[in-house]
């Protein structure tokens, strides 16, 4: 069975890379949470997390962010991990209201193997990741030498990107 973007070829693991976010109500905590949440779910293994970053925010001022990327591996399709990740930010009061406003969780799919693609509802690689250091320093500290379906690796595009401001919080494991 060949794979589209809606589902996985049975029994295969993808190798996928999100990102973290939270500027509200404890952001460490709530990312500590959020990949205790992935940790134990059924088609997902937790593979790598990188060291946690204080990042200022785009958009509407608002308290800096806590910053962080994970490595999984799934079974699940795209679309099915969206779900699971949407359903973590909701288990830990996601509230949609303003657009690059202020969050308690935002949960994105980055990279999903090498797929490429773009639908209303999910668009992998994560559209602007390419020039977010916020998005680049984090998978860095996992993998800097991945490579983009752009043919560029984190390393490269990073060093297209200003880390002003950007404060690495821990080296702990997470």
């Known amino acids: 069975m060949a794979e589209t973007a809606g589902e996985t070829i049975a ?3 993808a190798d996928v890379y999100i990102g973290l976010g939270s500027n509200m109500d404890d952001p460490q905590d709530q990312l500590h949470r959020a990949l205790e949440s992935l940790a134990t779910e059924p088609q997902i293994e937790l593979v790598a997390v990188s060291d946690f970053y204080q990042t200022p925010p785009i958009g509407p001022s608002q308290p800096d962010y806590t910053n962080a990327a994970a490595q999984l591996q799934t079974s699940l ?3 099915s991990l969206l779900d699971r990740l949407q359903s973590i ?6 509230v949609r209201t303003l657009r690059w406003g202020p969050r308690t969780l935002d949960l994105d799919i980055l990279l999903f193997d090498k797929l490429v693609q773009d639908t ?8 602007r990741m ?6 680049l320093l984090p998978l860095a500290n996992i993998n800097p030498d991945l ?3 752009c043919g ?7 060093a ?4 002003q401001g950007i404060v690495k919080l821990s080296e702990e494991k997470h």
Request: hydrophobic share 30%.
């Open 77 to 79: 399709s795209p679309e």
């Open 152 to 158: 560029k690796t984190v390393s490269q595009l990073l």
């Open 89 to 94: 930010e909701q288990q830990q009061d996601r």
């Open 11 to 13: 029994n295969t693991m």
């Open 147 to 149: 490579a983009l379906p």
């Open 120 to 127: 209303e509802r999910l668009t992998i690689p994560h559209p």
């Open 130 to 135: 390419a020039e977010r250091a916020f998005v």
């Open 160 to 163: 297209n990107c200003s880390v």
